[in-house]
């Protein structure tokens, strides 16, 4: 392994574990502000990326590695599955939900949802530029340059990736709103909430080395954010009681399990590719 490859990962994880309390620090000292936008969540968002940044430079980390090329011809499949992904996932779970009456649809305001879900597109895009260059551009990158087993690269990214969100979950982000997505105390709402981000991290790796660029996962992480968080977020379903760790669009478990067989059907198809590519002996 290369010892100076895995200094600056340790390095790097250290910082973005800190950054978001580095922000709730910054937030402390300022006056009195609403919560979901402030300039303590804006060190939480933009420190990990700053970090990546100056290694790469410190480094002499080849640009070329973080995949900011976006390859459009090449990848022409992959950027229409990331755009397809997520709705395809949630209509299987809206529908399953219905059928069980997990899941109450008769408050679904379609016109509504399409304008709240398309005034969040490019605010997402922006947002996710900085998180797919860090989780996947760089984490995911690095740690292939360790020839680590592919569980070991998803592990590591995706509870990397969930324990950054802390800070959020517990300051950041009101309470009322942790409710409206999983009715638990804050412990364990980050418990699923790092589990439901390591399933969808073998989902992301995958889009990002079978692409070979950051651009899918950018927008597969936009999808998310302008679908499935207001959907539920913004009371367009009403789950019933009891069932939101069964079904919910966003971190039930039915729903790990359809994001997990996506980024193992990806896996699949990453691995056959390069068996085609590499020369059999005649």
Known sequence: MNKKVIRYIVLFVIVVVFSGWIGVLVDSVLPEHPKGDTLGMGVWLVFPMLTAIAIIICSKVG???????????????????????????????????????????SGFNIKAFIWAFGSTLLIGFIKNIFEETVWRGYLTSQLDKLNLKDWKIYLIVGLVWGIWHIPYYLVFLSE????????????IFIVVAIMTMTCWSVMYIELYRVSKSIWPCV????????????????????IASGKE???????????????LAVGFGIRAYRRQSNNMMIPKDI
Not at 72 to 88: D, E
Not at 176 to 186: E, K, S
Not at 245 to 257: A, E, H, K, R
């Open 219 to 238: 927008i597969l992480h936009t999808i998310e954010d302008s679908l499935i968080n207001p959907l539920v977020i913004s009371g367009y379903i009403s």
């Open 176 to 187: 009322a709103d942790l409710q409206l997505v999983l009715p638990v105390n804050q412990t």
């Open 63 to 105: 640009w070329k590695d973080i995949g900011f090329k976006p390859n459009f011809k090449r990848n022409s499949r992959w950027y229409l599955t990331s755009v397809l992904i997520y709705p395809v996932v949630t209509v299987i779970v809206l529908i399953v939900g219905a059928a069980t009456k997990w899941i109450d649809l």
């Open 245 to 259: 760790i069964l079904i919910s669009p966003i971190s039930g478990i039915m729903t790990s399990i359809l994001y």
